[in-house]
């Protein structure tokens, strides 16, 4: 559903903008960049792990489809075909 997935989408971004700041900061205080690294990577496991599986959080308005139709039952007619294409002599 469209709300589920602009919910997914926020918490994603969230936490990876709080991730990059902290990582930027710790690397900044410690002089560290690679700190920083592991901080926006650490984040960015965590966004997957809360965003990419199907949680119920993300299903709560689900889409309303079409009823199956069945395809057997109309018949074609004549100038539903498409015209046979003839090689050129």
Known sequence: DYKGQKLAEQ???GIILVSAVIGFIYGYITEQFGWTVYI??????LSCLLTLPPW????????????VQESG??????????PKRHPKS
């Open 73 to 82: 039952t109309e018949e074609k007619k004549p100038g539903d075909r498409k």
């Open 56 to 67: 119920p959080m993300y299903r709560r308005n689900p889409l309303k489809w079409l009823p």
């Open 11 to 13: 918490i994603f971004q």
């Open 40 to 45: 926006v990577m650490a984040g960015f496991a």
